[in-house]
C-alpha cells in the first residue's frame, strides 16, 4: 500500500469525524488548538500533521470514542511514516508546553528503518531459490525466514486493542530485549508503555504502534529495555532526596511503580516520562528529551530540581494527594 493511500484514508478519517460533528474548520481550530486552515489541509490530504497532539485534540473535539481514537491513531502512524518522502511533510504544530521534537526523530534513521522494509524477494536464479535484499546484497539464510511480523498476517502495523500471534511475536521481542512485561497476545497498556519506550531507546519516533521501522529493530536486537531494579532507584532517590527522601520515594512509586521505563500517555496526546513521570512540557522547560528521561539518574536529579523550586511536591498534585488521603494507606 502506497503512503498516499494511506494519507488518503487519514484524510477520509479526519473529514467524517469534521462532518459528523457539524462544526466549521475555525470553531473545531479554535477548539483543538489549531488554525482552521491547518485542520483543512489535513481532512483534504495536503499535509500530514507531524505532533500527534494536535489530530488528537481535533478528534476529540469532534466527540471521536475511544476505539475511533485507537483506529485513528493507527492512520495517522500510517501517514506519518512516509510523509517526508512523499512531500506531505509538514513541521510540527508546537504548542507553548510542548517539547521540542527529539533529535533522534529525523528522517535519515527513519529512511534507513524503510529500506530494511524492502524483504528479501523469492526469486529463482541460476536453479536455486536466493534472497535479494533491496540493495542487492544477499543476508545470511534464513535471516528473514522466521520473522513472524513480516508475514502477510502483520502487515499492518501492530497497534493498541489487537490480540492475536502478531503481538504475541511484539511482546516476546521486547522480553528478549529485556523488557519486563508480560506475554500474552493482548496490546494493551502494558505492551503500549514498552513499545513506546522501546521506540525512543531504538532512536525512532515514538508512535506507539509497531512500524516496519520498529519491526527491523525488533528484530535487529541491538536495543536494549534493560533498567535499574526498584531496590537501586530507590537508592538513588533517598541519595538525591535528602530533605524529604520517604516522601520523595513514595511520590516515585506512586507515579511509576519505580519503573525507570514508565510510559504514561495523557488525554491531550502527551506523555509523561520515567520515574518521576516528567511531563512533555516539563521536558521542556528542563532542557530535556523522552530519552534523557529514561535515564534514572537524569530523571531523578531533575525531578529534585523541580522540587527544589518551592521546596514541595506540587508538580506532582495526584500523588501528593494520595499520600495525604488516609484511604490510600
Known amino acids: 500500500m502506497t503512503v498516499t493511500l494511506h494519507v488518503d484514508k487519514f484524510a477520509a478519517y479526519l473529514r467524517m469525524l469534521k462532518d459528523r460533528s457539524g462544526q466549521g474548520y475555525e470553531r473545531l481550530g479554535r477548539r483543538a488548538g489549531a488554525s482552521g486552515s491547518s485542520l483543512h489541509r489535513y481532512c483534504s490530504g495536503q499535509s500530514v500533521p507531524a505532533d500527534y497532539r494536535v489530530v488528537h485534540s481535533f478528534a476529540k473535539v469532534c466527540g471521536a470514542s475511544a476505539e475511533e481514537l485507537r483506529e485513528l491513531h493507527q492512520l495517522w502512524a500510517l501517514a506519518d511514516a512516509g510523509r517526508v518522502e512523499e512531500g506531505h511533510a509538514e513541521a510540527p504544530v508546537v504548542p507553548a508546553t510542548a517539547p521540542p521534537a527529539p533529535a533522534a526523530d529525523v528522517t535519515p534513521r527513519r529512511r534507513r528503518g524503510y529500506a530494511a522494509l524492502a524483504i528479501a524477494i523469492m526469486i529463482l536464479l541460476a536453479g536455486g531459490l536466493v534472497w535479494v535484499t533491496a540493495d542487492g546484497s544477499e543476508p545470511p539464510p534464513g535471516r528473514y525466514a522466521d520473522r513472524v511480523l513480516f508475514s502477510p498476517a502483520c502487515q499492518p502495523p501492530v497497534s493498541m486493542g489487537q490480540h492475536d500471534e502478531c503481538v504475541t511475536e511484539v511482546q516476546s521481542l521486547l522480553v528478549a530485549a529485556q523488557g519486563r512485561l508480560s506475554v500474552d497476545g493482548s496490546f494493551g497498556p502494558e505492551t503500549l508503555r514498552r513499545v513506546t519506550a522501546f521506540q525512543v531507546m531504538a532512536g525512532l519516533p515514538a508512535r506507539g504502534v ?95 530540581r523541580l522540587w527544589s523550586a518551592h521546596h514541595d511536591f506540587r508538580d506532582w498534585p495526584s500523588c501528593s494527594a494520595a499520600l495525604q488521603d488516609p484511604r490510600s494507606h
Open 210 to 304: 509497531v512500524d516496519e521501522a520498529t519491526k527491523n529493530a525488533l528484530y535487529d536486537r541491538r536495543t536494549s529495555l534493560a533498567a535499574w531494579p526498584g531496590p537501586v532507584v530507590e537508592q538513588r532517590i533517598r541519595a538525591v532526596f535528602t530533605e524529604a527522601p520517604d516522601t520523595a520515594v513514595a511520590i516515585a512509586r506512586c507515579a511509576s511503580f519505580l519503573d525507570p521505563l514508565w510510559v504514561l500517555p495523557n488525554t491531550n496526546g502527551s506523555r509523561n516520562w520515567g520515574i518521576f513521570q516528567i511531563s512533555d512540557a516539563r521536558l521542556l522547560d528542563l532542557g530535556g528529551t523522552p530519552r534523557q528521561a529514561f535515564d534514572p539518574v537524569w530523571n531523578i536529579d531533575a525531578a529534585h
